[in-house]
């Protein structure tokens, strides 16, 4: 795959994307297994960026010790961006990415994803300008689909189309 990547010109940036990682129960083998599969696919690939989230609802103390935990087992080699859904309970905290001084834990800032959440600007004052590694830019319809992630798997609008 690198080499047909490479064979058009196609740069490859970052892996994703890491599911099922916020409790033990998610993690079964199968999960495990996928995981280190990610891992292994971004070192192959020579891509230091994988992006991560969680479909399911857990408390935020939960899912900051699970998110260190991923990261701590990506290695320090690899950065963890997180995403946060709308779906869920989970919103930008740098506290989150920063948990226990793990330096691998960032944030993805998708605009799509943030307005569904009816998230400001202003919830991202405490993330270090470091700790944001993408950002992803779309824009919305003016109402959102129904289910949500339908819209968010194939109706993005190009920046300045919503």
Request: aromatic content about 4%; overall charge negative.
């Amino acid at each position: 795959m690198l080499a047909v990547a490479e064979q058009h010109g196609v740069r490859i940036l970052e892996v994703e994307y890491l599911t099922a990682w916020g409790t033990a129960a998610d993690r079964d083998e199968a999960q495990q297994k996928k995981e280190q599969t990610v891992f292994h696919m971004a070192r192959a690939f020579g891509v230091h960026h994988l992006n991560a989230g969680l479909l399911e609802k857990l408390p935020l103390d939960v899912m900051t010790d699970a998110f260190a935990a991923l990261c701590e087992r990506a290695g320090p080699d690899l950065t963890v961006a997180l995403e946060f859904m709308p779906t869920t309970a989970s919103r930008p905290r740098h506290g989150l990415a920063d948990r226990g001084g793990v330096p691998n834990a960032t944030l993805i800032i998708d605009n799509r994803r943030r307005a569904r959440a009816g998230q400001k600007p202003a919830d991202l004052d405490e993330v270090p300008a470091e700790r944001i590694v993408p950002v992803q830019l779309c824009d919305v319809r003016a109402e959102p689909m129904k289910p949500l992630r339908a819209e968010s798997l194939a109706h993005r609008l190009a920046p300045g189309q919503g």
